[in-house]
């Protein structure tokens, strides 16, 4: 079983839709959760943290971790076409070693 | 702004041949990290590198190995290239801070092709 699980999609949505996409982990040592975006021909960038379980909130975007069921989510509000991009979770323990989903791949349409 | 580059964007080599994949980065991280991203797998850590002349297995060392002779650089090294090495090849940095968030900066990629 992989550590991390993420549906690579794609998923393909209207402008304006609101988007979720999902995580499930098995370790449950993982305590900072984050969100990576990649644009394509570009390297992953964060950006979503949260420590712990809870929702943060950051302008269009929410990030939600459920430890108890071992869930983490993102959501989109108002998805832009300039969100169209590879999301991918990557939960950590308190070392140096990061686990990154395999990513979901999101095209928003004009 | 940080700033992690990589050598190269596309790199076409052959099998057997030796391969090197520099990485820089400018804002002083102690942390750096190698990782292979191939469609479906994600990303899988490499060798990581928490100081200048360590370094640690990541999931996948098999085939590679690493040099870091000064804190901003962090070479790969393919000692003989083979065709199932052909995938992307991303460099990231990080430093230790106090909130434990220790975002990683990623470099553009190299794209490598071993024929």
């Known amino acids: 079983q992989k550590e991390v699980e993420q549906d690579p999609g794609p998923l393909s949505v209207p402008e304006g839709a609101i988007v979720s996409l999902n995580c499930t982990y098995s370790?449950?040592?993982?305590?900072?959760f984050m969100w990576y975006r990649q644009y394509s021909r570009k390297g992953p960038e964060l950006l979503m943290y949260?420590?712990?379980?809870g929702n943060k909130e950051d302008g269009r975007f929410t990030a939600q971790v459920d430890k108890s069921s071992k869930y983490i989510s993102l959501f989109i509000r108002d998805s832009q076409p300039s969100d169209s991009a590879t999301y991918l979770c990557?939960?950590?323990?308190?070392?140096?070693?990061?686990?990154f989903g395999a990513g979901t791949r999101l095209f928003v349409k004009a | 702004d940080v700033k992690v580059t990589q050598s190269s964007r596309y790199l076409v080599k052959r099998t057997g041949e030796k391969v090197f994949l520099e990485c820089v980065q400018d804002?002083?991280?102690?942390?750096m990290f190698w990782y292979r991203q191939d469609p479906g797998l994600g990303l899988r850590l490499i060798y990581f590198?928490?100081?200048?002349?360590?370094?640690e297995k990541g999931d996948i060392p098999e085939g590679y190995s690493v040099s870091r002779e000064k804190k901003e650089r962090f070479s790969l090294i393919l000692e003989s290239a083979s065709t199932n090495q052909t995938s992307m090849y991303l460099c990231?940095?990080?430093?230790?801070?106090?909130?434990?968030?220790?975002?990683?900066?990623f470099g553009p990629g190299t794209r490598l092709t071993v024929l």
């Open positions: 990231a940095s990080s430093f230790d801070g106090p909130s434990g968030r220790n975002e990683q900066f």
């Open positions: 370790n449950s040592a993982f305590q900072y």
């Open positions: 949260t420590y712990s379980s």
């Open positions: 990557a939960p950590r323990t308190g070392g140096f070693k990061t686990i």
């Open positions: 804002m002083d991280h102690e942390n």
């Open positions: 590198s928490y100081d200048v002349k360590m370094k």
